[in-house]
């Protein structure tokens, strides 16, 4: 079984992976010229990370809103992955 402090160690190193995985994204989004919705969900979501990274990690506002924010995340970079797959990805050349 996974000890309190381990499991809140592991919460806060996914919490700051995804916090600057989401800031690189939003930087080549507005980079590359993504589409605009797609910049607002990212740009948002950093938003949201980088103001929750200021609080404690045991305060209320973090435990009650990181879950939902890192779904939030997550569901954003999967959106720009497959934009950029699908439109960018392509028009760069290689090699």
Request: hydrophobic share 45%.
């Amino acid at each position: 079984m996974t000890s309190r402090p381990a499991a809140a160690g592991n919460a806060k190193l996914d919490a700051r992976h995804i916090r600057r995985e989401i800031r690189t994204a939003l930087e080549l989004a507005i980079v590359t010229l993504a589409p605009t919705k797609t910049v607002d969900r990212i740009a948002t979501i950093a938003g949201l990370l980088e103001a929750l990274a200021e609080l404690p990690a045991d305060a209320a506002p973090v435990i009650a809103l990181l879950p939902q924010v890192s779904s939030r995340a997550t569901e954003a970079l999967e959106e720009w992955h497959k934009w950029y797959a699908e439109y960018l990805e392509k028009r760069i050349p290689r090699g």
